[in-house]
């Protein structure tokens, strides 16, 4: 759409443009589990850890989003709540969204490296996990786990095309880290979730010598302090839900230590 403009929401955001970009766009278009309250989002905009540019019609309203988690301390960033009003989905937003946003974010904070999450298309999408859940250990049958978490009623609900998304972090040229990643808790009661890819968009030659590897301290860096902000405590303490740090993000920080670097697979290769 050529008439939609893009603007930033940086720092203290206009709450009534936040809450129909929420209504309209960030919430058909992730699960519960997916996504923060929209109070959360307020609060982490107004404390310069979240920033966002938005697509408006001429009339104001929002119809698309980018949002950058920024880690100022390591100069980390991920890419977050990348969406389009469904009406509207295939015309273009997304790409304007990323042209001029991306950019603006890399000249003005400079990161050593952006991340991305997307839904694996290569596996069935798993059920969202508590934070204190023990993974499966091979041979284990999930469906013998009985499990009935929060998420189960959203399963066959149109939340847009995440192979679209997948697509278009591609074609800009992202590639994935090849480790059991999953999603921190962004909701209470929401659960964490797996099934999920990893990515890194774009880094710098400080984190990737090469463009085929990363140095797996700046993943590792990243996902402490990404669970920790989220989830409100740090990795191993036990939060006050009365859990402690669960299985799979053990697991997942343990491969991210294997070796001083992580594979950068390409996206093309599955």
């Known amino acids: 759409m050529e008439d939609v403009s893009i603007r930033f929401l940086d720092g203290e955001p206009d709450a009534g443009i936040l809450r129909r970009l929420y209504d309209t766009v960030i919430a058909p278009s992730f699960s519960p589990a997916e996504r923060e309250p929209l109070e959360r989002l307020r609060r982490v905009l107004a404390a310069d850890e979240l920033h966002g540019a938005i697509a408006v019609t001429p009339d104001g309203e929002p119809v698309g989003a980018l949002f950058l988690e920024w ?6 960033a991920l890419l977050c709540y990348f969406a389009v009003r469904p009406d509207l989905r295939g015309s273009g937003i997304g790409r304007r969204l990323v042209a001029v ?13 952006v991340f ?25 049958d999930p469906l013998e786990r009985g499990d009935d978490r929060a998420g189960n009623e959203d399963a066959a609900a149109d939340y847009g095309d995440d192979d679209a998304r997948l697509r278009l972090y591609a074609g800009f040229g992202g590639r994935r880290v090849p480790v059991p990643y999953l999603l921190p808790e962004l ?53 006050a839900g009365g859990k402690g740090d669960d299985g799979r993000l053990r697991q997942l920080l343990a491969e991210c230590r294997r070796a001083d670097f992580l594979p950068l697979v390409p996206l093309s290769e599955g």
């Open 71 to 76: 880690f100022g301390d390591i100069r980390a």
């Open 101 to 113: 946003a991306g950019p603006h974010w890399r000249a003005t904070l400079r990161p050593h490296v």
């Open 116 to 140: 991305a999450e997307a839904e694996d298309p290569l596996r069935p999408g798993d059920d969202p996990l508590e934070p204190g859940d023990d993974p499966l250990e091979p041979g284990d």
């Open 187 to 239: 909701s209470p009661g929401a659960g964490r979730l797996s099934g999920l890819l990893l990515l890194v968009i774009e880094s710098d030659d400080v984190v990737s010598p090469t463009t085929d590897r990363i140095r797996s301290t700046i993943v590792t860096d990243f996902l402490v302090r990404y669970f920790a902000r989220l989830e409100g405590h740090e990795v191993g303490e036990v939060h």
